[in-house]
């Protein structure tokens, strides 16, 4: 249950390894807030928080809680928000699924997820469902856009104490592939909305013998609001994989397919189900009705296919069917070769954002079945961004990889605010049913965008809003006025959507006079420029909307700093309030299941301690509580120690882990404010606080290293057991006793 009332910083309740973490380190927090008067709750925004929240009838009151991501959802667009999010499950339906199991199996009373619901029951099930799968969280917080960006001691440290980096050749034969016509790119469509033609908009399929259903109703699109349709020809799509796949083996590299089956939550896992469907392609030909017929279902991916197959009639014949095929297949990227995990197992897997920079980085090297890393063919079917991937391979094959000693950084400013762009098109994407055509009406009755179509294909609307755009802009301006270097608007005038977009950028920053300071580029163009500027050291700010606000910031960061987990990440909401994200997750799974096994865990919790800071000076501001800038001040010198006397946690076992790096961080932090000269009561506070961390180093580090190398027992994956999760990660009674 959540514990926050009226508390001035909210810290989010997440999943997996951000969420084990904050066992250990929010309680170091909220006694040092106290000191300045500053209290901190939280808020349950993880994947079985939101599934309990959204099915309460069948619970007790004790397994109740509140909707705290609608909660949340108010409270950024207030100017009291101050929010610390931690990264959070965007949940796959297999991940769904397997949540649902657990919380059934720890005695909640709630509904499976129905593939293919029937009855009333089912269908609102499958409603509530679909609410809370994929980027349920984003949109719903993101009531701002983002500055993202290196903190300043974090790159420093990755330049002095750089991490490795695969070699690239120029004979290397990894290379990007992606549609040329019939994707999402190619048939995309937009329109800014005047007066007359804002308000409710229809969207309706009429099929060939004229039936028309409406596939929603009463979307409101307000004046100067970016609208766009788009789709991917489900046949186009086919045949390009068929001919990726075939091309693959050809060139004797992995098969590999990046998308974003979490975010993009009913158009990728589609996408990624005709992967599957096309590696598999004679097994489905052969025994396509059997595999109906035992429900299988390619979008969940290989894992559940084998699963599934495996209790179904002539599951003998069909294993060694698709034994047969893999084998005469080209090999597949791994996501775990060890334990036979492949890129086609499950869709959350393998995150575009994610996997293609750590690829890049590795010298453009994969895992392969075999154990052994290889080059590989990354298929990334729609067009729309593929080119930063494909130029950045193309980049380092002509010059060799980055060097993060001397490379400069990149910061972002992203359009991502009101659900902003395509991570905005969830309750408007629909995998068609019949041949016909697809509608957006107005409600004067004039057609704004109309697409014809066949049975398959994935029809998609996305929105931006007047007032997110311009804050965007706005904010380029000033991120760039601080930094004084180059800045792009990373915008392609040939693509529909980012036409309608440049017609707001141009007369802005000639209103204001910086039209000069500001290029606008295509995404390949502003990848290669972007690339060489870095590679001169200096810095670049990238102008970006939503979705590649999310590839950049972790791209440019894996090549810079190693990973992405380490970023500063302000989002300025629009009313006022400030929401302080912490980084990435994409790496949580594995650190799990190390700790689970093993009892260490190497999340870095780096992106929390440079949130906690602004966070502080933040409301320091706001709240005018000059106490409050003290602890930020000191965060940033705590974090500065972390760095500086190598205390991020290690990878491997019998190596300081999180636990340490958080007991080393309030060491810092209370030396810090012991020795500040600004506030004489909190160094008065801290200065016994900082003599007994000091004095007990031996004895606490003992506690943790004690507890490594056997299994760590948290009570559950996605919802873990509070007092057995303390257990695990406050193992140290000299430090529980010393920080309360």
Not at 326 to 342: C, E, F, L, Q, T
Request: glycine letters at 8%; charged letters at 25%; hydrophobic letters at 40%.
């Amino acid at each position: 249950m959540s514990d926050q009332n009226n508390a001035d910083i909210i810290y989010t309740r997440v999943d997996e390894a951000p969420e084990l973490a904050s066992a250990s380190l929010l309680p170091v927090i909220r006694t040092f807030a106290a000191a300045a008067g500053v209290t901190v709750g939280t808020r349950d925004i993880s994947l079985a928080g939101r599934i309990i929240a959204a099915f309460p009838e069948g619970l007790t009151e004790a397994q109740r809680q509140s909707d705290d991501l609608a909660i949340l959802g108010r409270l950024v667009k207030t100017p009291d928000a101050n929010v610390i999010k931690l990264p959070n499950i965007s949940a796959s339906v297999p991940q769904l699924t397997a949540a649902v199991k657990e919380l059934q199996s720890q005695g909640y009373d709630i509904p499976d997820y129905p593939e293919t619901p029937q009855t009333d029951a089912e269908k609102e099930a499958r409603k509530r469902y679909d609410a809370i799968k994929g980027s349920a969280v984003n949109p719903v917080l993101r009531e701002g856009n983002s500055d993202r960006r290196a903190a300043v001691a974090v790159k420093n440290y990755a330049q002095s104490n750089p991490h490795s980096m695969g070699t690239w050749s120029a004979d290397s034969k990894t290379v990007v592939s992606t549609m040329s016509s019939g994707d999402f790119r190619s048939n995309e469509k937009s329109a800014t909305l005047t007066a007359d033609q804002a308000g409710p908009v229809r969207i309706e399929h009429e099929a060939a013998d004229g039936t028309v259903t409406v596939l929603k109703d009463g979307v409101e699109f307000p004046e100067g609001c970016v609208v766009d349709a788009t789709f991917m020809s489900a046949a186009a799509l086919s045949a390009f994989l068929e001919e990726q796949i075939a091309e693959t083996k050809d060139a004797g590299t992995l098969f590999s397919i990046h998308l974003k089956a979490t975010m993009m939550k009913v158009s990728d896992p589609i996408i990624f189900g005709h992967a599957v469907k096309a590696f598999l392609k004679p097994v489905f030909e052969k025994y396509g009705a059997e595999l109906e017929a035992a429900g299988v279902n390619p979008n969940s991916g290989l894992g559940a296919l084998l699963d599934t197959v495996k209790d179904a009639p002539k599951s003998g014949e069909i294993l060694a069917e698709i034994d047969s095929v893999m084998k005469a297949r080209p090999p597949m990227y791994m996501v775990n070769s060890d334990k036979g995990i492949s890129n086609l197992h499950v869709p959350s897997d393998v995150i575009i954002d994610a996997s293609i920079p750590a690829l890049i980085r590795a010298g453009g090297k994969g895992w392969g079945p075999d154990g052994k890393e290889a080059d590989a063919n990354c298929v990334i079917p729609d067009s729309s961004y593929a080119a930063v991937y494909d130029e950045t391979i193309r980049y380092f094959k002509e010059t060799g990889a980055l060097d993060p000693t001397t490379a400069g950084t990149v910061q972002n400013i992203g359009l991502m605010a009101q659900k902003a762009e395509e991570y905005g098109s969830h309750p408007t994407t629909f995998e068609i049913a019949a041949a016909g055509t697809v509608r957006m009406v107005l409600a004067n009755g004039d057609v704004l965008h109309e697409h014809s179509v066949e049975k398959g294909d994935i029809w998609r609307s996305a929105s931006t809003r007047k007032a997110p755009i311009e804050d965007w802009v706005q904010l380029a301006i000033d991120r760039q006025a601080a930094e004084g270097c180059e800045a792009i608007f990373w915008l392609d005038e040939t693509r529909a959507h980012d036409a309608e977009l440049i017609r707001y950028v141009r007369p802005i920053l000639d209103a204001k006079g910086v039209a000069d300071r500001f290029q606008i580029l295509a995404p390949r163009e502003a990848t290669r420029a972007t690339l060489e500027t870095i590679r001169k050291g200096d810095t670049s700010v990238a102008v970006t909307g939503n979705v590649l606000r999310d590839y950049l910031t972790d791209l440019f960061p894996i090549l810079e700093l190693g990973t992405s987990a380490k970023m500063l990440s302000i989002v300025k909401l629009m009313n006022g309030g400030g929401l302080f994200e912490t980084g990435a997750g994409g790496s949580a799974p594995k650190h799990v299941q190390q700790l689970m096994e093993e009892n260490h865990l190497r999340w870095d919790s780096l992106g929390e301690f440079c949130a906690l800071g602004e966070s502080l000076k933040f409301l320091a501001d706001v709240r005018s509580n000059p106490k409050a800038r003290v602890l930020g001040k000191a965060v940033d010198v705590a974090t500065q120690g972390i760095l500086d006397n190598n205390k991020s946690p290690g990878r491997r076992v019998g190596q300081p882990d999180n636990r340490d790096s958080h007991y080393y961080f309030a060491l810092y932090w209370a030396e810090a404010l012991a020795a500040q000269t600004e506030d004489a009561d909190l160094a008065a506070h801290f200065a016994p606080i900082a003599k007994a961390l000091a004095e007990n180093e031996e004895t606490i580090v003992a506690d943790f290293a004690a507890v490594q190398g056997r299994p760590a027992d948290t009570g559950g994956y996605y919802h873990t057991d509070p007092e057995k999760t303390e257990n695990v990660m406050r193992p140290s009674s000299a430090l529980n006793g010393i920080i309360g």
